[in-house]
Every structure is written in structure tokens, then in C-alpha cells.
């Protein structure tokens, strides 16, 4: 574990000591994973120092978290937004890239459960990567299942402030079009790249069509939130089940100023 890591374990501890105190904020708090898995992706590029890769073992012990005492209302992206302003944490499962683990592992464990949840897709990974990245077939069929929703995670997963204009009308426009096309209904959720955006972006995903656009900054939202920069509390694989239940609590909201 980096320094930066260790230092913000102490942080959190002292912030998880008012929400100790204080207890559960009502709001919208989705969380952000990647892949679920034991052992190393087949393209280590994806998730390089394997921080981004849950082990299936914490997994099931963090959903049984999530479930233990009805704490939480777990619930999709789309029904959480309808759901804020009540007294209640809600709380949103998300995926980003598209991993075949999300299908084969993480969907009959939250299925099975009744947990909803949604995967972002980053569609020329799917084109292209076919042994960590869900093929269409394998987004049809998981977007078919009880709960479940699919998103775009753009193109080429380029960091979207960056691109001019024409760049970033095809990443959002292409990439919503080609999931469309494979599940057969609407696309209206997106997840920035590397959680890049500006308010240029955030007007040109309203304009291509989207209605909920999450970043990667750890919060909980509120019912002021702007729709198309939801934040999510990411789950790291060294995370304790401590860790993850601080993260629950707003004890690493912090970290949004990182």
C-alpha cells in the first residue's frame, strides 16, 4: 500500500468517527466498480496495479454489507433518482469497462439477491478485447437479466475534456447507438473516462441524449445534484470490509478533493 493510501485510511477513520456519531445520511450514494475476479486480468493495460479488480470473496461479503439490517435501499440508477429527497440512503451498484466477470460472476450473485445494477460498457474494448471484455452477445444477454441496466463508458475510454468537439459528439453518439443496437432499447446512462469532464461535456452528453451521466468523485448526492455529474465512491481491492463500510458511511467522501 502507497503512503497516499495508508494516510487516507487514518483520514477516514477520523471522519468515520462523526458519521459514528451522527449516523446514516439520507441521500444517493452509488458505488463504482470494474472487475470482479480472482487473479490478474489477461490484459494487465486494463487494470495495471490491479487496484481496480475485487476480490469475488470481499464482493459477496460487501453485498451481504449492503443487505445486513436493511440499511440501505438498494436500488438501479433510474429508480434512485426518483427515490431522492426521501429520509433513506439509497444506494446504486455501477461497473465500468464491461468485464465478462460482470455476467458471469457479479449478475447471478445481485440477481439472485434482487440487487439492480449497472454495467458502462466501453465499446471498442468489447469489439476488440475477447477475454476480459463482454462480447455483444454477453451484453444482450446481461441486459436482459432482472435489474439490470446497461451504459455507455464511451468509445475509446479517452479522457473526454480532452477531445474537440467532433472527437466527443462520436464518442458518446457512437458508443450509445452501437449498445442500442446490441440490447435493443434505449441507452440513458453514461460514466465519464477516467472521471474527466467539464461543462462543455456535460452539455454535449445532454445533447446526444442521456439523462444521467456519473463521474468518479467520491460524495453522496443529494436531490440538487446536477444529473450529469452523479458522483460514485469507488471499492479499490485492498479494501477492508472497515474500509468498505466507512465508505458507506461518507467516511472517504474526503477524498473527492483529492
Known sequence: MSWKRYCGKIISEIYSL??????????????MYHSVRDGELYDKSLDPNGIFTVKPKMFKTQVEQLKYGNLYKLASLSDG????????????ITFDDGYKDNLYFV???????????????????????????????????????????????????????ELDDTELIDELVTSKKYLEDIIGKEVTSMSYPHGSFDKRVQRTVGDAGYKIAANSYFSLNNISSNHYSFARTSIWSDDTIRTFSQKLCGGWDWYCWR
Not at 456519531?21 to 458505488?31: D, Y
Not at 433518482?81 to 446504486?92: K, Y
Open 81 to 92: 433518482l426518483g427515490l431522492l429527497g426521501s429520509n433513506r440512503e439509497i444506494v446504486a
Open 107 to 161: 449478475a447471478p450473485l445481485l440477481v439472485g439477491n434482487g440487487i439492480p445494477f449497472t454495467v458502462f460498457v466501453t465499446t471498442d474494448l468489447s469489439k476488440n478485447n475477447k477475454k476480459d471484455i463482454l462480447q455483444p452477445l454477453e451484453i444482450r444477454e446481461l441486459s436482459k437479466m432482472p435489474g439490470v441496466e446497461i451504459g455507455s463508458h464511451g468509445v475509446t475510454h479517452r479522457r473526454l475534456k
Open 18 to 31: 462523526k458519521t459514528q456519531i451522527t449516523g446514516n445520511r439520507p441521500g444517493f450514494r452509488i458505488l
